[in-house]
T-cell receptor, first 112, second 110 residues
Framework: DAGITQSPRHKVTETGTPVTLRCHQT?????MYWYRQDPGHGLRLIHY???????DKGEVSDGYSVSRSKTEDFLLTLESATSSQTSVYFC???????????FGDGTRLSIL | RKEVEQDPGPFNVPEGATVAFNCTYS??????FFWYRQDCRKEPKLLMS???SGNEDGRFTAQLNRASQYISLLIRDSKLSDSATYLC???????????FGGGTRVLVKP
C-alpha cells in the first residue's frame, strides 16, 4: 500500500469550530489531493497541490483552505465548520496529474 | 452534465457469471483512464490502468473505445468478493487532476 496516512481517522466537532485534517505521505509524490465523498455525489475534489506551496481549487472549495509547506504534508482546514461539511474525506497522492492516484484510509468527520 | 458518467446500478450478478459495464467520458483530450474498486466505507483502490486500447488482469478486462468515448470493465467468473463499487477516472495528457465517475455498484450473489 502507498505510504499515506490521514489523521485523525474520526472526528466529531461542533458547528463553527475550526477543523484541520492532515495527510502525510512517505512516497515523495508531487501531487496531493483532498476529496470529500457523500452518498449520491461520488468523489468531489476540494483542493489539490502540484508542489510545495502550489495549490489550486477543486469543484467544491468553498469553506475549505489548504496548505502544503513541505512535500510530505497536505493540510485541509475547515475555517468554520458547518453541518453540510459532515462527510468522509479522502486524501490522494500521485506522481503526475494524469497518473493513477492512491488514496489514504479516509477521515470520517461529523459536524453537529 | 457530468464529464464522466457511470450507471450507478446495482448490477446483480450470479456467482460465476460475467458482468460488464461502461463509463462514458466527454473530454476528447482524455489520455489516461483508470478503474478503481471501492468497498463499503473504505478508500478507492486502483484496479487497472488503461492507456491504449485495453488491459487485462486475470478475470478483469478493460477496453477503451475512443471513437465512442467510453471505457468498459468486464469481470469474468464473478466471485462473491467482487461485490463492490467500481469507479472510473480519466485524465488529460498534461492535466493536474483526474475526473471520477460516480461509480457502478456490483452485487455478486450465490
Amino acid at each position: 500500500d502507498a505510504g499515506i496516512t490521514q489523521s485523525p481517522r474520526h472526528k466529531v466537532t461542533e458547528t463553527g469550530t475550526p477543523v484541520t485534517l492532515r495527510c502525510h505521505q512517505t512516497e515523495n509524490h508531487r501531487y496531493m489531493y483532498w476529496y470529500r465523498q457523500d452518498p449520491g455525489h461520488g468523489l468531489r475534489l476540494i483542493h489539490y497541490s502540484y508542489g510545495v506551496k502550489d495549490t489550486d481549487k477543486g469543484e467544491v472549495s468553498d469553506g475549505y483552505s489548504v496548505s502544503r509547506s513541505k512535500t510530505e504534508d497536505f493540510l485541509l482546514t475547515l475555517e468554520s465548520a458547518t453541518s453540510s461539511q459532515t462527510s468522509v474525506y479522502f486524501c490522494a497522492i500521485s506522481v503526475q496529474g494524469n497518473q493513477p492516484q492512491h488514496f489514504g484510509d479516509g477521515t470520517r468527520l461529523s459536524i453537529l | 452534465r457530468k464529464e464522466v458518467e457511470q450507471d450507478p446500478g446495482p448490477f446483480n450478478v450470479p456467482e460465476g457469471a460475467t458482468v460488464a459495464f461502461n463509463c462514458t467520458y466527454s473530454n476528447s483530450a482524455s489520455q489516461s483512464f483508470f478503474w478503481y474498486r471501492q468497498d463499503c466505507r473504505k478508500e478507492p483502490k486502483l484496479l487497472m490502468s488503461v492507456y491504449s486500447s485495453g488491459n487485462e488482469d486475470g478475470r478483469f478486462t478493460a477496453q477503451l473505445n475512443r471513437a465512442s468515448q467510453y471505457i468498459s470493465l468486464l469481470i469474468r467468473d464473478s466471485k462473491l468478493s467482487d461485490s463492490a463499487t467500481y469507479l472510473c477516472a480519466e485524465g488529460e495528457a498534461a492535466g493536474n487532476k483526474l475526473t471520477f465517475g460516480g461509480g457502478t455498484r456490483v452485487l455478486v450473489k450465490p
